[in-house]
């Protein structure tokens, strides 16, 4: 196969695997069809056939890609935050709790679930459930980084394991899912944000002042 078909093979590769995220946005895993994607991106369902062994196939290609680009602009967040904030007030809005401190905010809502939704479709999914767990380590281990670097830039407490901190960052973003559902019982963003600001206190550096 000349280099131009592999480029187009991919191509197509690629454009079914955004066609199914696009579609599992709107829809879920159980209303997906192949036919559906195949519609969105004018090919036949043989052409799917082609590029995946079937559906499961394809839509663990979608999920993981999904995943990896939620991780990916989070991290990119936070590197580029640390590289520009000065304040420490600055750290807290612009860095480490953005999608914490505002839980309303739509863009982070989104990330959460298509996380979520992508873990729930790994548990009958083997090979989804191995590259994840993967990427996961490998996403993890690159927070942690970003964490001792905070830590050297004396945002948080150096005492702390790097890789506890980052975890805890990611378990709170995801389980801001149960924010969605909490209905009468949710309190307001500004109480909320209140006790994320307190835990940013807890993992200062102990001569850090509070502002």
């Known amino acids: 196969m000349s ?111 298509d996380r979520i939704e992508a873990m729930a479709d790994s548990r009958h999914i083997p090979e989804l459930a191995e590259q994840l767990t993967d990427l996961q380590s490998t996403l993890s281990l690159r927070a942690a980084e970003l964490a001792t670097r905070a830590q050297e830039q004396g945002w948080i407490d150096p005492a702390l394991d790097p890789k506890a901190v980052s975890l805890l960052t990611q378990v709170l973003r995801l389980g801001l899912a149960l924010w969605d559902l909490s209905g009468e019982a949710q309190p307001s963003e500004e109480a909320w944000a209140e006790v994320m600001d307190r835990m940013l206190v807890a993992i200062a550096p102990p001569d850090q002042p509070s502002e």
Not at 29 to 54: C, M, P, Q, W
Request: charged share 30%; aromatic share 8%.
């Open 3 to 113: 280099d131009d078909g592999s480029s187009e093979q991919e191509a197509t590769r690629e454009r079914l695997i955004d066609a199914t995220i696009d579609l599992l946005s709107k829809r879920g895993n159980h209303a997906l069809r192949l036919a559906d994607v195949a519609k969105e991106t004018g090919v036949a369902v043989s052409t799917i056939y082609a590029h995946f062994r079937d559906r499961t196939d394809l839509v663990a290609a979608a999920r993981l890609k999904q995943f990896k680009a939620h991780a990916d602009e989070a991290l990119k967040t936070v590197e580029l935050g640390l590289q520009v904030m000065g304040e420490r007030s600055e750290f807290a809005g612009v860095v480490f709790w953005p999608s914490l401190r505002y839980p309303t905010e739509e863009a982070g809502k989104t990330r959460r679930w």
